[in-house]
């Protein structure tokens, strides 16, 4: 069975304060991770999808790498309006189902003033 | 704006009712989704449906139950079977592909509680 795995569950932060959040998975032959924030009460929004090992993607603060084996999303001088649940997922190789993501049980983050 | 809309966004169930959750999509997307969030768990999947008319079990289908009568519409009910049905419900949906990635737009959720 398809596992993915955030660490830490939650993270406090000072503004400008920077960390990295990780996702490992144990999925071979990964055809894709994808990386989600979700504020309280609301749906996941879409921040990035990295397709192979060494590939980077950057959005403002964030900026999302892949290795074979886990993902990081990189917050550089986080702001408070930051603070969000950062959610992992990732899409079965070949021969799984295209449309059955994994999900991580993601990072809470607080970035205090 | 497109976009996915969920109604409502807070229900009410007494036990042993029967509710059904809306999900409306303008994107012109294919597949659809409905995911079940708990309080210290991932995303789990109840049910997906890659076109109209076809629709799939995911891995918690037990006590819902589904229909695709049209693009944009992919309704849930819960039914009394569920035995544990307080949960945020959130519906997705992507443009659907079988070998390229799949990347999910989300609804706002709708919160149903049992009393």
């Known amino acids: 069975e398809d596992q993915v795995t955030q660490s830490p569950e939650a993270l406090r932060l000072q503004e400008g304060e920077s960390s990295s959040l990780n996702c490992s998975y144990t999925?071979?032959?990964?055809?894709?991770l994808f990386w989600y924030r979700q504020d309280p009460g609301k749906g996941p929004e879409f921040l990035f999808t990295l397709y192979s090992a060494g590939e980077e993607k950057e959005k403002e603060r964030l900026k999302a790498t892949l290795t074979k084996k886990e993902s990081f999303l990189h917050i550089t001088a986080p702001k408070p309006e930051d603070s969000a649940t950062y959610l992992c997922a990732v899409q079965p190789p070949r021969g799984g189902s295209n449309y059955k993501l994994t999900f991580g049980k993601g990072t809470l983050l607080t970035v205090n003033p | 704006d497109g976009g996915i809309t969920q109604s409502p966004k807070y229900l009410f169930r007494k036990e042993g009712q029967n509710v059904t959750l809306s999900c409306e999509q303008n994107l012109n997307h294919d597949a659809m989704y409905w995911y079940r969030q708990d309080p210290g768990q991932g995303l789990r999947l109840i049910y997906y449906?890659?076109?109209?008319?076809?629709?799939q079990k995911g891995d918690i289908a037990e006590g819902y139950s589904v229909s695709r009568e049209k693009k944009e519409s992919f309704p849930l009910t819960v039914t009394s079977a569920q035995k544990n049905p307080t949960a945020f419900y959130l519906c997705a949906s992507s443009i659907g592909s079988f070998s390229g990635a799949n990347v999910l737009t989300f609804g706002a959720g709708s919160r149903l509680t049992v009393l």
């Open positions: 999925v071979s032959g990964l055809r894709g």
């Open positions: 449906s890659q076109i109209v008319n076809d629709f």
